[in-house]
């Protein structure tokens, strides 16, 4: 079935430092990909997208390219503010049943 | 302003009293969903559905029931709630064969 693995956190970054968050994917078909962000306390919201392959998705500075040779959407992000301390879950949508397969999500923690 | 609510926000209750926690969405969207966050397994969906009167089971439905009498509401019920039911429960709306889903802030629910 598809699946989504996502690196294991949290990830403590210093403000200003440059993020990777790696994402890679197991599925039938020709997934869309995405990654959604969860602040504190609340519910999840969608941070951007790609459809297909070599598909670049980019929002507030964050960007994630579809790599479907090597099944992989990481996130990144040139200089990361305390304000990006949140989770991140990066997620795949194959159509059937309209379901979005979750991985387990990745906390990262921006310090002063 | 377009959004997902569910209620309670925080629930505590005992091992076999039935409880329902509500969802409304307010964008006359087709599709409608539960996810269970639980950590280090990330979101896993226990329903969904795809319009008025249509439901499906997703990947832990197990304990569980919905309905959906009216477009905008999704409940969703626990008859006999277990501890390991304890987890945070978000529902989320979408579009029909959209991919982009509008969470709710979730719901905390502690089964003693």
């Known amino acids: 079935g598809d699946s989504v693995t996502q690196m294991e956190g949290p990830v403590t970054l210093s403000e200003e430092a440059f993020l990777t968050i790696n994402c890679t994917y197991t599925a039938t078909g020709y997934p869309s990909l995405f990654w959604y962000v969860q602040y504190p306390g609340e519910g999840l919201q969608l941070l951007l997208k790609a459809t297909k392959a070599d598909d670049k998705g980019s929002n507030k500075g964050f960007e994630a390219t579809y790599r479907k040779e090597t099944t992989s959407f990481h996130l990144e992000k040139g200089s990361v503010q305390v304000s990006d301390s949140a989770v991140y879950f990066c997620a795949l949508f194959t159509g059937g049943g309209n379901k979005l397969t979750f991985g387990t999500g990745t906390q990262l923690k921006v310090e002063l | 302003e377009a959004q997902v609510t569910q209620n309670p926000r925080y629930l505590i209750t005992v091992t076999g009293k039935k409880l329902t926690v509500t969802c409304s969405q307010n964008m006359n969207h087709e599709y409608m969903s539960w996810y269970r966050q639980d950590p280090g397994l990330g979101l896993r969906q226990i329903y969904y559905s795809m319009n008025v009167e249509v439901t499906d089971k997703g990947d832990v439905p197990e304990g569980y029931k919905v309905s959906r009498k009216e477009k905008r509401n999704f409940p969703l019920i626990l008859e006999s709630p277990s501890p390991n039911q304890t987890s945070l429960y978000f529902c989320?709306?979408?579009?029909?064969?959209?991919?982009?889903?509008?969470f709710g802030s979730g719901t905390q629910l502690s089964v003693l």
């Open positions: 989320a709306s979408s579009p029909y064969r959209n991919e982009k889903l509008f």
